[in-house]
């Protein structure tokens, strides 16, 4: 049996996985299907403190994943099926294997919101992506008109960082102004190669006849009109939805599928603790996520220990 079950192998998950290793709990960390979490796809961190020139997102989930396994965690490639809190120990099937856990810390993250468009699926990895700092250099859209979905600080910052490439950047917003916090919205408005489209929703991905994005249907949600944008790309920022759909129904969550922990990391559930982007719409940053890690951890621990008083 084992001691904690942490899953997730993002910031948060890998900085419990280092507390938890050190107090000696041999912590069995499950990967998922995105070993390292988001920052994996992140090219440059430029905000994580003790890297004054930044430090690649890959080379820092590397690096801490190496010290968590300094001190005992076992990070093993998987992913949940299902748990059963009913009863402790809690029981979980990995990969079809069973796996039982004195105590279990969730930290599973959050990945993008789609626009839920048949097209931008079947257009995926062909010129719709979600990540500017991943796929922004790519030949295929350099030069090239682009297409940013979005209005809050996620969409302006591709949206900025796709002028570097981009011939023109075209910033798809369902409102008349931007939610985005104000220096970024003023930046981003300021940016001569920025061209925001007001009022307006992407109704359509073309071309998926031609397998690759040619350009996207446009339809202005004031006046109905209806209009095609030639592009060569489709960035879509329209905000992230937590990997938390495996609790439904047993940890408490707001309206939007976070979990919202009861007191510190603890869930509604005695032994079951989170971590991460997977329980904050707020702040979502590496270092908040670390932070939670840490602090899931020492829930745990204490847990543990009062177990075998
Ligand atoms: P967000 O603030 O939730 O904004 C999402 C945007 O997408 C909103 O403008 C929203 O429109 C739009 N949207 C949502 N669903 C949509 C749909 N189905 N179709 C079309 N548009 C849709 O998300 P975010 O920009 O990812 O930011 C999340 C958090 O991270 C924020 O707290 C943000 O400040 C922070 N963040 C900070 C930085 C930075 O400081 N450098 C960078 C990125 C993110 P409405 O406006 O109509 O709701």
């Given at each position: ?5 942490i ?42 403190p ?6 690649d997102?890959?080379e820092?989930?590397?690096r ?5 396994e300094r ?18 120990p ?5 990969d079809g ?6 105590s279990?810390?969730?930290a599973?993250g959050?990945?993008?919101r789609?626009?839920?468009l048949?097209?931008e ?5 062909k ?5 500017a ?19 809050g600080?996620?969409?302006c910052?591709e ?30 408005l300021?940016?001569p ?11 359509e ?17 004031k ?31 707001d ?6 922990p ?9 032994g079951?603790f989170?971590?991460g ?12 996520a670390?932070g ?17 008083q």
């Amino acid at each position: 049996m084992e001691k904690v079950v942490i899953i997730g192998t993002g910031c948060a998950g890998l900085t419990a996985a280092l507390y938890t290793g050190r107090a000696n709990l041999k912590p069995l960390v499950l990967t998922g299907t995105m070993p390292g979490g988001l920052l994996t796809t992140t090219s440059l961190v430029e905000n994580f403190p003790g890297f004054p020139e930044g430090v690649d997102g890959y080379e820092l989930m590397t690096r801490l994943q190496k010290q968590a396994e300094r001190f005992g965690a076992r990070v093993q490639f998987g992913t949940v099926d299902s748990v059963d809190f009913s009863s402790r120990p809690f029981k979980l099937q990995v990969d079809g294997e069973p796996v039982l856990a004195e105590s279990l810390i969730i930290a599973t993250g959050a990945g993008h919101r789609h626009l839920g468009l048949e097209s931008e699926t079947l257009l995926e990895k062909k010129g719709v992506t979600y990540c500017a700092t991943c796929d922004g250099a790519l030949p295929m859209f350099r030069n090239k008109p682009l297409v940013v979905v979005g209005g809050g600080d996620s969409a302006c910052e591709e949206a900025s960082y796709l002028t570097r490439f981009g011939s023109i950047v075209y910033l798809i917003h369902r409102r008349d102004s931007l939610r985005a916090s104000h220096i970024m919205a003023e930046r981003t408005l300021a940016n001569p190669k920025i061209k925001p489209i007001w009022d307006s929703a992407v109704t359509e991905v073309l071309d998926v006849k031609q397998d690759k994005v040619t350009g996207v249907k446009v339809k202005n949600l004031k006046t109905g009109a209806e209009s095609t944008l030639d592009c060569a790309g489709v960035f879509v920022a329209i905000g992230h939805v937590p990997n938390t759909q495996l609790f439904k129904g047993i940890i408490t969550m707001d309206e939007n599928g976070y979990i919202r922990p009861v007191e510190g990391a603890k869930t509604n559930i005695t032994g079951v603790f989170v971590a991460g982007d997977c329980s904050d719409h707020v702040y979502r940053q590496a270092i908040t996520a670390a932070g939670m890690g840490c602090a899931a951890a020492i829930d745990c621990e204490r847990f543990l220990s009062g177990l075998n008083q």
